[in-house]
């Protein structure tokens, strides 16, 4: 072969398509994918921080790192029903936070990414916090995954439980080894694995309080327990990559690092307005990483706006598999990864709280229509939690002003107008308790001259 034929041939591999090049390869990809919990915008060094997470800043260095992806929620439940699914989790049976004496869960209805996977040939593996519904017919080995290692929910509730399969094996647990354990059982996976493609979902409970980090690392960030609890993090995440490449599957596995949703308490959501709880940035911004090489190319900043929700869409084009029946809500950002596209056409993408639309997001426009009455994780007023229509919807370019300081609505009146028209066209696509939500907020009174008005919000 000529040697201009072959450079021809070797380019034109190079950028072809993700999917036609897994379809090439002897096996298809194996998946990880690690979800921290409460982990802020700005908590990574690649992300501004000064904690130190040399591994994912490495991770990011060699793959893709995204400036503007999105958490379908800001707390913890709804958030993680989408990162399965691909489907808000209005939809799928988890609309808030889940405890433990809660009697439901992800709906039977709904297709996980590790159901996706599995007759595909896949072994599939849940370890960490679940958070999806207790009861068995909803823990993961219900939902697609060969064995389930974890809390199934947040580890600040009782009774705090360690679970193996669906039994209990540990309680209280002990918080400070957790991160340690949950790493050596991933690594463990990883090695029993390597003859098979395989899907790890490796959801971390740090950093959600309460915090505690194992003897190693007490001390080592020298930015409080927060800083160390970060740090062992990092530190697990180097781990799985060492698996991977000790088992010669580097080349074979896309890893994806993602949080659930903003900070709580403590850490950072950079210069982002709000937290966790808050359909501002700050609640549903999140570091995300993305690793494969040979497939992904290092070094890349992506700018383009992409969601947790679609995960699920882009993994099932990538193995060429057939989408599930439930009509999804996110889009395959396969090329937006491989960097052939600086950007996918989406649909609008929603804000919710609970049953309640508050935002809605077009390209780089974001339009709050409804806000709270009280900000999130504060005492509430004596009569309660209400949704307020805002008297005047606030419009902000979020590729310019991600801090939200300069509403746009003013001179930008057709904008406003046209994302208002599709979510009036959107809303009956929508769950009946989300129809019933909106209409109380927009016949709700919150002018104060109003009879039985509610005060203006406080902001």
Not at 253 to 272: C, K, Y
Not at 281 to 308: H, L
């Given at each position: 072969?000529?040697?201009?034929?072959?450079?021809?041939?070797?380019?034109?591999?190079?950028?072809?398509?993700?999917?036609?090049?897994?379809?090439?390869?002897?096996?298809?990809?194996?998946?990880?994918?690690?979800?921290?919990?409460?982990?802020?915008?700005?908590?990574?060094?690649?992300?501004?921080?000064?904690?130190?997470?040399?591994?994912?800043?490495?991770?990011?260095?060699?793959?893709?790192?995204?400036?503007?992806?999105?958490?379908?929620?800001?707390?913890?439940?709804?958030?993680?029903?989408?990162?399965?699914?691909?489907?808000?989790?209005?939809?799928?049976?988890?609309?808030?936070?889940?405890?433990?004496?809660?009697?439901?869960?992800?709906?039977?209805?709904?297709?996980?990414?590790?159901?996706?996977?599995?007759?595909?040939?896949?072994?599939?593996?849940?370890?960490?916090?679940?958070?999806?519904?207790?009861?068995?017919?909803?823990?993961?080995?219900?939902?697609?995954?060969?064995?389930?290692?974890?809390?199934?929910?947040?580890?600040?509730?009782?009774?705090?439980?360690?679970?193996?399969?669906?039994?209990?094996?540990?309680?209280?647990?002990?918080?400070?080894?957790?991160?340690?354990?949950?790493?050596?059982?991933?690594?463990?996976?990883?090695?029993?694995?390597?003859?098979?493609?395989?899907?790890?979902?490796?959801?971390?409970?740090?950093?959600?309080?309460?915090?505690?980090?194992?003897?190693?690392?007490?001390?080592?960030?020298?930015?409080?327990?927060?800083?160390?609890?970060?740090?062992?993090?990092?530190?697990?995440?180097?781990?799985?990559?060492?698996?991977?490449?000790?088992?010669?599957?580097?080349?074979?596995?896309?890893?994806?690092?993602?949080?659930?949703?903003?900070?709580?308490?403590?850490?950072?959501?950079?210069?982002?307005?709000?937290?966790?709880?808050?359909?501002?940035?700050?609640?549903?911004?999140?570091?995300?990483?993305?690793?494969?090489?040979?497939?992904?190319?290092?070094?890349?900043?992506?700018?383009?706006?992409?969601?947790?929700?679609?995960?699920?869409?882009?993994?099932?084009?990538?193995?060429?598999?057939?989408?599930?029946?439930?009509?999804?809500?996110?889009?395959?950002?396969?090329?937006?990864?491989?960097?052939?596209?600086?950007?996918?056409?989406?649909?609008?993408?929603?804000?919710?709280?609970?049953?309640?639309?508050?935002c809605s997001r077009m390209g780089r426009w974001k339009l709050h229509m409804a806000r709270a009455n009280t900000p999130?994780?504060?005492?509430?007023?004596?009569?309660?939690?209400?949704?307020?229509?805002?008297?005047?919807?606030?419009?902000?370019?979020?590729?310019?002003?991600?801090?939200?300081?300069?509403?746009?609505?003013?001179?930008?009146?057709?904008?406003?107008?046209?994302?208002?028209?599709?979510?009036?066209?959107?809303?009956?696509?929508?769950?009946?308790?989300?129809?019933?939500?909106?209409?109380?907020?927009?016949?709700?009174?919150?002018?104060?001259?109003?009879?039985?008005?509610?005060?203006?919000?406080?902001?």
């Amino acid at each position: 072969m000529k040697r201009r034929n072959f450079i021809k041939k070797s380019t034109a591999a190079a950028f072809a398509p993700l999917s036609t090049r897994l379809k090439a390869s002897s096996r298809p990809p194996n998946i990880v994918h690690i979800v921290a919990d409460d982990l802020g915008y700005g908590d990574l060094g690649c992300y501004g921080s000064r904690i130190r997470t040399p591994n994912l800043n490495q991770m990011a260095r060699e793959g893709v790192r995204f400036r503007q992806f999105y958490s379908a929620n800001a707390v913890c439940s709804p958030s993680r029903a989408p990162i399965l699914t691909g489907r808000y989790g209005v939809r799928t049976g988890v609309h808030t936070v889940l405890f433990p004496n809660d009697l439901h869960g992800l709906a039977e209805t709904e297709t996980t990414i590790a159901q996706l996977l599995k007759p595909a040939g896949y072994k599939t593996a849940c370890i960490g916090k679940w958070h999806l519904g207790r009861p068995n017919q909803y823990l993961p080995t219900s939902k697609g995954f060969d064995s389930y290692y974890g809390i199934p929910y947040s580890n600040d509730m009782a009774p705090s439980v360690l679970m193996r399969y669906i039994g209990v094996i540990e309680s209280p647990v002990e918080l400070a080894s957790l991160t340690r354990r949950y790493t050596e059982e991933a690594v463990k996976f990883i090695n029993q694995s390597k003859e098979s493609p395989f899907f790890l979902y490796l959801p971390y409970n740090a950093p959600h309080i309460p915090l505690d980090v194992s003897p190693d690392f007490v001390g080592k960030s020298n930015m409080g327990l927060y800083g160390d609890v970060v740090q062992e993090l990092d530190w697990g995440v180097r781990e799985v990559l060492n698996a991977l490449k000790a088992n010669e599957l580097d080349q074979d596995t896309l890893v994806i690092f993602t949080s659930d949703n903003g900070p709580w308490f403590q850490g950072s959501a950079g210069r982002l307005r709000g937290r966790k709880g808050d359909t501002f940035e700050g609640g549903m911004r999140e570091p995300f990483i993305a690793r494969f090489p040979g497939r992904i190319p290092s070094g890349q900043v992506v700018n383009s706006f992409a969601t947790t929700l679609d995960l699920l869409p882009t993994i099932a084009n990538m193995v060429q598999l057939p989408l599930p029946a439930n009509p999804l809500d996110g889009v395959d950002i396969g090329r937006v990864l491989t960097s052939e596209l600086s950007s996918v056409p989406r649909p609008l993408f929603l804000y919710f709280n609970a049953w309640d639309l508050q935002c809605s997001r077009m390209g780089r426009w974001k339009l709050h229509m409804a806000r709270a009455n009280t900000p999130a994780y504060t005492p509430e007023p004596k009569v309660g939690y209400l949704n307020l229509r805002l008297l005047n919807p606030e419009l902000y370019d979020i590729d310019a002003d991600p801090e939200e300081a300069e509403d746009t609505a003013a001179q930008n009146p057709a904008i406003v107008a046209d994302i208002m028209s599709q979510v009036s066209r959107l809303l009956p696509s929508l769950p009946s308790q989300v129809q019933t939500a909106w209409h109380s907020t927009q016949t709700r009174p919150v002018n104060p001259n109003e009879p039985g008005a509610w005060p203006t919000p406080i902001l």
